[in-house]
């Protein structure tokens, strides 16, 4: 039964997943001085999350519609950055944002939480 509702989740989360990416539209668009700018500072963000998560794919969305390039690592079972979630954040639940910034290092749980962050510094 566990596993018959996981494949239910995780087969909708694959329909939400390709909705998502036939319906995202374009990218903001900036100068290619800029972008490249912003492309450096991303290199301090890392995405945990699960490919079929509706909140995953929500944050998924935002980055990139704000055309941000930021890594993404995969939180499921069996993925080697699981624990690296775990350890880091304290908790397994995505998405969770990895912030490195002067020499600190924050996890930001909870997708509208990590959008607005997102928004605020790159929109
Ligand atoms: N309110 C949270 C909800 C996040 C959430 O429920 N994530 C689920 C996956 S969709 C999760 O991480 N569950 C833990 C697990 O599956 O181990 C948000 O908006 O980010």
Redesign the pocket.
Known sequence: MKLFIKLIRNLLGLIIATADVLTRGTKLKRAPETQQQINTEVQDLTLYQ?FA???CIKTRRAMYKLNLPIEKRSASEGSPHREALLQGGGK????CLRIEQDGKVEWM????QIIRYLENRFA
């Open positions: 699960f998560c509706p909140f397994i639940k995505v998405p749980y909870e997708s509208s």
